[in-house]
């Protein structure tokens, strides 16, 4: 690892203010930027800590109804505080990697990240939910359907962080995960989310251009919300990942199998 | 009441105590005053031509001491092989020089092309990567039929080629073996890959040198099986350092699996600077060095045939396999795909005529070499996936085929050049089928395709030549050492025991077992009983600890030198009770007359040994302290039956591996509880490889599966509850234990079992597939149901 410095605000204004600097990135769980830098493959002047801001962290649900939770929130008080009021969204939160990861890693990291094979990517753009970033001109909301631009792309920008992320509460909702072997990420997973106005499947690891709303699926499942209703449909396989652990049309049919599975479970 | 010491009990681990508390004292734990760090620049292209190294900026950051490049190591050999196989047409191999350092060329990713030495880790690690490399890069070879084809890049341009060499086994049978294939009824053919793993032993390696320049001696801890031969390897062949001169430790060692074995250009690198630089020097793997610069184990690509004859009788085998060497000849590598590969070909078979063709291939990888059961996994795997199709093929019971075709007299010489001393295939068979409740599998198979999963069984066989082994035989094949194994018991005044043995313990519970079987012979208390390894200056000279050979050759150099002790003993106790010496009987650590109460202790033996007052001074020396070294006069041969039930998910094909079971026959056990632990890991690691483990390059040479976010390990959560039996026993009828080796028997036998039972499981389900290829990963396994 290279040598920085730590920065540990305790407020969120104090955190993006630190972070105005060129040299100077956030530090959430630090379950990816740490193994990264240790491996060398990452450096940092000055890491800007989050895991002190206290305003950042915990859940509460808001005048919609949306549950809103912390971006320094960690993966176990998200599973453990959710599980009554958005149980897909728990059990999503309670498998993600090991009990060691989910008790250092945050949604707003994973959300800040997007992975292409992470977990919470799938459950806010299924949800619709509501990223809000925060930097030195103030919060903006900014909706999941415009917030994933791609493999570790977002539509934060340069100084932003995720504060907070609110999700709208589905009727029924479910998580599907195929783990990768070796890191037991998501090989594919599917989070299907229905809600009255129809119905949302977002598939994660399985596209290079990282997680994305399976528009077909939804439209089938909208239409009869059954894991028959998928039978003859899966997503198309030129953007779908090949790699040592399947190719392309492995992976798209892991993304129907998942989805319905999901259905089925919700 | 079972036991609670000696020989059959099953003591709890003494030396866990240690390594569940954090007192384990690893090569990692030592630090050495005064001690600095070097970083190894490593290549991060498979093939390149080096043109240039540029350290000039590098030097001159912080806390460099020095930077060393191959330059400074002419007139320092290279690291050496073991053995030397010889081809076909009677040529020895091609043997290309193996440099500490990469010398004008780089022939692997990972390969060492300049070391730093800096007062920290960091500075040495900061500065490592200040060096600028002019490299012209190469077209690298990977796959193995590509590099012997003419034209193909040359790894090693001094060579012919890129094959080391061509191997037939026995060639004088090749004719005879056509001819049966010729006249056969039926042949089955199949051809297979046995994946490249890495060993991953929880300790990466670590090695520290230091060098004192009052009497020009060095030391290097280091993370060994056998810390002699490293000992005689470095300072003989590379370094150029007497043996007196040169002490080699290797304390605690957290796993090996074969990986251990080899004598690796970073050992030598330590000691070597140590000197120059007057300074010890240390180096600690990170998990992404290991991966790049362990030894990798497996890599083979087969083609095997089986003839049969009308009543369904083997009458001849046949086998085409390219083992892959990697860039260089790791110290061993070259008798793996060979003398322990194609002299168990036979397998548990009688089979009259084999023939083995084995071409060895260098490519730009990572050196190949020994991994957990080497060479004898390769050849149970092939054989028994190829008589579970032939079975398919013919429609015929796979258990039954197998028992057909049996060897049920022994000895029995194979016509593969060993000769199996003792067994009983039937008997393990028959503890294996009554393990796991055959009859009742088409129920629970209705079970699970009600639950849309396709189950299956897999059954299997095998043999492995183990207790390595006999010097003089290993000899002729071309090793180029002894393979015996020493031990030196020193009985204290009071009576308490140091034995100081030659083998290594990294994880196998030597320091229990051992002290089990010396306490047994004496009748005390295993507590009574130290057991000392790993300090070539406190142990005889030994050659460590691999291929399951601990117990049966290290054991029996134990059991040899206690029974010096015991006689010598023997003597001492007749004089104090003025009888015979041929009257004397020891019996729970008391000597008595023959026929009278006269009673001795064994602590008044031992008290009358170094205090001789009132002793045969005139006959026996004073002291108990004797040494033997033992070599064996064959391999053992263990052998057993496996069986694995799986699920395959149709819609995934994500395979469950439900139930496994082993029935080993291993000869006499000493410590139970260990010998089914040794079994449970065995089987995890062939779990691991069967279904999850794939080290993978892509072409142009660069290690695809680099880490654990892409080398899948098995975890607990992969595997079933394990059921292991060892109660057919047919002793070992050459070593004075009776035992033959546990070591590697789980990761022999339990590949083919987990494929025969995916591919049981798939057939089972209408599906016509003959074979997949290790590991059967979901995207395989849903391949070959969709292909």
């Known amino acids: ?266 | 009441m079972p036991k609670d010491s000696g020989i059959g009990a099953s003591p709890k681990r003494r030396e866990d105590v240690r390594f569940l508390t954090g007192k384990g004292r690893y090569t990692d734990d030592i630090n050495v005053a005064g001690q600095a760090h070097v970083a190894f620049l490593r290549a991060d292209v498979a093939h390149a031509t080096l043109n240039g190294i540029d350290s000039g900026a590098a030097a001159a950051m912080p806390g460099v001491l020095r930077i060393f490049t191959a330059a400074d190591f002419d007139g320092v050999g290279g690291l050496p092989c073991g053995w030397q196989v010889t081809d076909k047409h009677g040529q020895p191999m091609q043997e290309p020089k193996h440099p500490i350092l990469a010398e004008g060329k780089i022939r692997h990713v990972g390969e060492i092309v300049a070391a730093v030495v800096a007062e920290t880790p960091a500075q040495a690690r900061d500065a490592a990567e200040a060096i600028e490399l002019d490299l012209t890069e190469l077209p690298a070879v990977v796959d193995m039929k590509d590099a012997v084809k003419d034209g193909a890049p040359k790894v090693h341009d001094d060579l012919t080629s890129n094959l080391c060499y061509d191997w037939g086994f026995v060639e004088e049978n090749k004719e005879a073996v056509d001819t049966a294939f010729a006249e056969a009824a039926h042949v089955t053919t199949l051809e297979l890959v046995n994946n490249r793993l890495v060993a991953n032993p929880m300790e990466p390696r670590v090695a520290v040198g230091d060098y004192a320049a009052h009497d020009d001696s060095s030391t290097l801890y280091t993370t060994s099986q056998n810390p002699h031969v490293i000992r005689l390897l470095m300072g003989a062949f590379v370094l150029g350092i007497p043996e007196h001169k040169l002490r080699v430790v290797a304390p605690d060692v957290g796993g090996g699996f074969g990986t251990k074995i080899f004598h690796y250009a970073e050992e030598a690198f330590c000691t070597f600077a140590a000197k120059q630089l007057g300074r010890p020097v240390k180096w600690t793997s990170t998990r992404s060095e290991a991966f790049m610069s362990d030894a990798h184990g497996r890599d083979h690509v087969t083609k095997i045939e089986l003839a049969l004859d009308a009543d369904n009788n083997f009458t001849a085998l046949r086998t085409d396999t390219y083992a892959n060497m990697g860039a260089y000849l790791s110290t061993f590598a070259p008798s793996v795909p060979t003398w322990l590969h194609g002299t168990l070909m036979a397998g548990n078979y009688k089979t009259p005529l084999i023939y083995v063709n084995v071409k060895a291939v260098f490519t730009n990888t990572v050196p190949v070499d020994a991994y957990r059961g080497a060479g004898r996994p390769e050849a149970t795997f092939q054989l028994e996936r190829l008589v579970d199709k032939a079975a398919r093929e013919l429609g015929v019971d796979p258990v039954a085929l197998r028992r057909q075709n049996f060897i049920t007299e022994f000895p029995y010489a194979t016509p593969v050049a060993v000769e199996y001393d003792t067994g009983d295939y039937h008997a393990t068979m028959d503890k294996l089928e009554a393990m796991i409740d055959r009859d009742g599998f088409a129920g629970r198979r209705a079970d699970s395709a009600a639950r849309g999963k396709l189950r299956g069984l897999g059954v299997n066989c095998y043999i492995e030549a183990c207790g390595i082994a006999p010097s003089h035989l290993v000899g002729q094949l071309g090793a180029r050492a002894g393979l015996y194994e020493s031990a030196t018991v020193r009985v204290n005044a009071t009576g308490g025991l140091v034995v100081m043995t030659g083998s290594h313990s990294h994880g196998q519970g030597h320091e229990t077992s051992f002290a089990q079987v010396v306490a047994d012979m004496i009748g005390i208390g295993d507590d009574q009983v130290e057991i000392v390894h790993g300090d070539t200056a406190n142990t005889p000279m030994g050659m460590g600890t691999y291929g399951s050979r601990s117990l049966a050759v290290g054991g029996s150099a134990m059991v040899r030198a206690t029974e010096k002790i015991i006689a010598k003993a023997k003597k001492i106790a007749a004089h104090l009770m003025e009888a015979s010496e041929g009257d004397i009987e020891l019996k729970d650590g008391a000597f008595t007359v023959a026929g009278t109460d006269k009673s001795v202790a064994w602590g008044d033996v031992t008290l009358a040994a170094y205090v001789p007052h009132n002793y045969p001074l005139e006959d026996i020396e004073p002291g108990l302290e004797e040494t033997a070294f033992y070599d064996p006069n064959n391999f053992t041969y263990p052998s057993g039956a496996y069986a694995c039930e799986v699920e395959v998910d149709p819609e995934t094909g994500q395979v469950e591996v439900l139930a496994f079971a082993a029935a080993d026959d291993f000869g006499n056990v000493v410590n139970p509880m260990i010998v089914e632990g040794q079994v449970h890991g065995g089987i995890a690691q062939g779990i691991g490889q069967a279904l999850l483990e794939n080290c993978a390059y892509d072409e142009d040479g660069q290690l695809l599966s680099a880490s654990y976010m892409d080398y899948a390990m098995p975890r607990a959560s992969d595997l079933p509850m394990f059921a292991v039996d060892h109660s057919c026993r047919t002793p070992c009828t050459h070593n004075p234990l009776g035992v033959k080796g546990c070591g590697e028997a789980g990761a022999i036998g339990s590949p083919p079992a987990i494929v025969n039972a995916v591919i049981d499981a798939l057939q089972s389900g209408g599906h016509d597939v003959a074979h997949i290829d290790m590991p059967l990963t979901p995207a395989r396994v849903w391949g070959a149901l969709n292909g």
């Open chain 1, 1 to 266: 690892m290279y040598d920085f410095t730590l920065d540990r605000p305790t407020t969120i204004q104090d955190a993006v203010a630190a972070l105005q600097s060129d040299e100077a990135q956030p530090l959430s769980g630090g379950q990816t930027l740490i193994p990264t830098m240790k491996a060398r493959l990452a450096q940092a002047d000055t890491l800007v800590a989050l895991s002190g801001v206290a305003e950042m962290r915990g859940i509460c649900t808001d005048d919609q109804g949306r549950l809103c939770i912390g971006g320094a929130t960690p993966h176990v008080e998200v599973a453990r505080e959710t599980a009554q009021s958005y149980p897909a969204l728990a059990y999503l939160a309670g498998h993600i990697g090991d009990p060691a990861v989910r008790a250092r890693g945050t949604i707003g990291g994973s959300l800040a990240n997007n992975d292409p094979s992470a977990c919470y990517p799938a459950a806010a753009l299924a949800s619709g939910a509501t990223i809000v970033a925060t930097g030195p001109s103030g919060a903006r909301d900014i909706a999941a359907d415009d917030y994933f631009q791609g493999m570790f792309d977002t539509a934060l920008d340069e100084g932003e962080i995720v504060t907070e992320v609110k999700f709208p509460v589905p009727q029924a909702a479910a998580y599907a995960k195929f783990v990768q072997p070796a890191s037991r990420f998501a090989l594919v997973a599917a989070f299907v989310a229905k809600f009255d106005n129809g119905v949302r499947v977002a598939i994660t690891g399985a596209s290079s251009d990282g997680v994305f709303r399976w528009a077909e699926a939804e439209e089938a499942l909208t239409a009869n919300f059954s894991p028959e209703a998928l039978t003859n449909l899966a997503p198309p396989t030129q953007t779908m990942i090949s790699d040592l652990h399947g190719p392309a049309e492995y992976r798209a049919n892991l993304a129907r199998t998942m989805t319905a599975r999901a259905v089925k479970q919700s």
